[in-house]
């Protein structure tokens, strides 16, 4: 209590004063103390969580009936197991029905004298029903880990994934095709999985139906989202990627209305769901042609731009920083556009997903573009050209745009930049069959930008004469 009492008091020192504080104190046996009190303050911050959560709670029964049967107690951890049996069942914690089903295995086979041979065949039987569904919930939660994986690494499936797809799709084709009474954790993993597959094949409009599915599942399964915050998270963020793909403004509302129930049933998911409301809302801004609230919500969360890069994922912090830039890019704010997309380039490099930093890569060039500063304009045309040598894969198109861009940079003459930038627009035009091309033009509308140029009008006003 002691080292706790100095720590607390001074908690303004700096690390190495409160060091030099702490070893004048207690001398050689700080690193003891230090031990104990993390031990302690681990073990109560078990006992505070276990009050609202039923895992931990589930967990020390166990511990209980275990210590009851070493101590042959056998008729008190009886009891117990059936209690939390019951509430193991209601809550589908199919891993904790695994332990208990080891424990009354122990309980009546080896310390049961009297048990009947119909007593044991339906412990056995309902043993071997467990065992049946959970390996193919087991089975289930690899094949999502997987396509999770290809997700993150690259947006959504792209060709040179497909070995890799086409080996998980045959191990998801041996499952229980029929999922729609099952539990609510195979539920969501299978229909999650089957939307993944969809996109691969080019069906985001069937995708985005099924993960609608699994949101509206997620309203009711409360027991399975206390436990797997991170699941509801990327359900709502792949639902978002859909909608902006499929352009259905309709579902986007009815998102915002979904987040805005979540957040008040899940107060310490907040930050995170008003990030993703604001990556939401300003994207819908934007396609929309209403720059006037593109830009107050660019103002109002600036002062919050810290704060989420800090409780974000790599992934989500990519997202947002390359957000960020296309907003100040948009609003003619070319310098804190290249600062940020520099930034995401510089922080990420080649641990993000391969279409973000190719997308980061393209649209570098463009803002450098339009901050007309040589140098940089150059420096930045090397090093994006570089990137899609080397990365052939996640191209899309980007080389061609990056040579327009460089051609025209130092053309006097509109008539010669006109030219060049209509040379782009049957490549432009292709995108709707190219997923990679579909993937880096979603997030900016290149097609758009040009356009604009070949009009000479601001692309802010392009914009909105198409809207009009």
Same mark, same amino acid.
């Given at each position: 209590?002691?080292?706790?009492?100095?720590? %607390?008091?001074?908690?303004?020192?700096?690390?190495?004063?409160?060091?030099?504080?702490?070893?004048?104190?207690?001398?050689?046996?700080?690193?003891?103390?230090?031990?104990?009190?993390?031990?302690?303050?681990?073990?109560? #911050?078990?006992?505070?969580?276990?009050?609202?959560?039923?895992?931990?709670?589930?967990?020390?029964?166990?511990?209980? #009936?275990?210590?009851?049967?070493?101590?042959?107690?056998?008729?008190?951890?009886?009891?117990?197991?059936?209690?939390?049996?019951?509430?193991?069942?209601?809550?589908?914690?199919?891993?904790?029905?695994? =332990?208990?089903?080891?424990?009354?295995?122990?309980?009546?086979?080896?310390?049961?004298?009297?048990?009947?041979? /119909?007593?044991?065949?339906?412990?056995?039987?309902?043993?071997?029903?467990?065992?049946?569904?959970?390996?193919?919930?087991?089975?289930?939660?690899?094949?999502? /880990?997987?396509?999770?994986?290809?997700?993150?690494?690259? +947006?959504? &499936?792209?060709?040179?994934?497909?070995?890799?797809?086409?080996?998980?799709?045959? /191990?998801?084709?041996?499952?229980?095709?029929?999922?729609?009474?099952?539990?609510?954790?195979?539920?969501?993993?299978?229909?999650?999985?089957?939307?993944? &597959?969809?996109?691969?094949?080019?069906?985001?409009?069937?995708?985005?139906?099924?993960?609608?599915?699994? =949101?509206?599942?997620?309203?009711?399964?409360?027991?399975?989202?206390? /436990?797997?915050?991170?699941?509801?998270?990327?359900?709502?963020?792949?639902?978002?990627?859909?909608?902006?793909?499929?352009?259905?403004?309709?579902?986007?509302?009815?998102?915002?209305?979904?987040?805005?129930?979540?957040?008040?049933?899940?107060?310490?998911?907040?930050?995170?769901?008003?990030?993703?409301?604001?990556?939401?809302?300003? !994207?819908?801004?934007?396609?929309?042609?209403?720059?006037?609230?593109?830009?107050?919500?660019?103002?109002?969360?600036?002062?919050?731009?810290?704060?989420?890069?800090?409780?974000?994922?790599?992934?989500?912090?990519?997202?947002?920083? +390359?957000?960020?830039?296309?907003?100040?890019?948009?609003?003619?704010?070319?310098?804190?556009?290249?600062?940020?997309?520099?930034?995401?380039?510089?922080?990420?490099?080649? *641990?993000?997903?391969?279409?973000? #930093?190719?997308?980061?890569?393209?649209?570098?060039?463009?803002?450098?573009?339009?901050?007309? *500063?040589?140098? #940089?304009? @150059?420096?930045?045309?090397?090093?994006?050209? *570089?990137?899609? !040598?080397?990365?052939?894969?996640?191209?899309? +198109?980007? %080389?061609?745009?990056?040579?327009?861009?460089? @051609?025209?940079?130092?053309?006097?003459?509109?008539?010669?930049?006109?030219?060049?930038?209509?040379?782009?627009?049957?490549?432009?035009?292709?995108?709707?069959?190219?997923?990679?091309?579909?993937?880096?033009?979603?997030?900016?509308?290149?097609?758009?930008?040009?356009?604009?140029?070949?009009?000479?009008? +601001?692309?802010?006003?392009?914009?909105?004469?198409?809207?009009?």
């Amino acid at each position: 209590m002691q080292l706790y009492d100095i720590v %607390i008091n001074n908690a303004s020192l700096t690390l190495a004063e409160m060091n030099a504080l702490l070893k004048a104190e207690f001398g050689k046996q700080l690193n003891y103390i230090k031990h104990q009190l993390v031990e302690k303050l681990l073990h109560s #911050i078990m006992l505070y969580a276990a009050k609202d959560n039923a895992q931990i709670e589930i967990l020390q029964e166990i511990a209980v #009936i275990k210590t009851l049967r070493f101590k042959k107690h056998n008729h008190l951890a009886k009891k117990r197991l059936q209690k939390v049996f019951k509430h193991c069942l209601q809550l589908q914690e199919h891993n904790l029905l695994e =332990l208990l089903l080891q424990e009354q295995f122990k309980l009546e086979i080896y310390d049961n004298l009297n048990l009947k041979v /119909d007593e044991y065949n339906t412990l056995l039987s309902l043993s071997k029903s467990h065992a049946n569904s959970y390996t193919q919930l087991l089975k289930l939660r690899i094949i999502y /880990d997987e396509l999770i994986f290809l997700k993150k690494e690259s +947006g959504f &499936f792209s060709e040179y994934q497909k070995n890799q797809y086409d080996r998980v799709e045959r /191990d998801f084709e041996q499952l229980d095709a029929s999922p729609q009474d099952s539990h609510d954790e195979y539920f969501l993993l299978f229909y999650f999985s089957q939307a993944l &597959f969809l996109v691969y094949r080019k069906k985001s409009e069937e995708a985005q139906h099924l993960i609608k599915s699994v =949101l509206l599942r997620l309203k009711v399964a409360e027991n399975f989202v206390a /436990d797997n915050h991170e699941f509801l998270i990327e359900a709502i963020r792949f639902y978002r990627s859909l909608i902006c793909l499929n352009e259905d403004f309709v579902e986007s509302l009815w998102l915002l209305e979904y987040m805005e129930t979540k957040k008040v049933k899940y107060p310490q998911l907040e930050t995170q769901l008003d990030l993703i409301t604001f990556l939401h809302e300003i !994207k819908y801004s934007h396609a929309g042609a209403n720059y006037v609230k593109a830009r107050k919500l660019l103002s109002e969360n600036e002062s919050k731009f810290d704060e989420w890069l800090n409780i974000s994922n790599l992934e989500l912090q990519s997202v947002l920083i +390359g957000s960020i830039s296309i907003s100040y890019f948009i609003a003619a704010d070319y310098e804190n556009s290249y600062w940020y997309i520099s930034r995401l380039l510089k922080t990420f490099k080649n *641990n993000v997903r391969h279409d973000i #930093i190719s997308f980061a890569n393209m649209f570098a060039v463009l803002v450098s573009y339009e901050l007309k *500063n040589e140098s #940089i304009f @150059k420096s930045q045309v090397v090093k994006s050209i *570089n990137h899609f !040598k080397k990365n052939r894969n996640s191209e899309g +198109g980007a %080389i061609r745009i990056i040579q327009c861009l460089s @051609k025209t940079f130092f053309l006097e003459n509109f008539e010669d930049r006109k030219r060049a930038y209509q040379d782009l627009k049957p490549m432009l035009k292709e995108n709707k069959h190219d997923q990679i091309q579909q993937m880096l033009y979603g997030y900016f509308d290149f097609k758009s930008y040009f356009e604009s140029k070949i009009e000479r009008v +601001g692309y802010k006003e392009y914009k909105k004469s198409l809207i009009s």
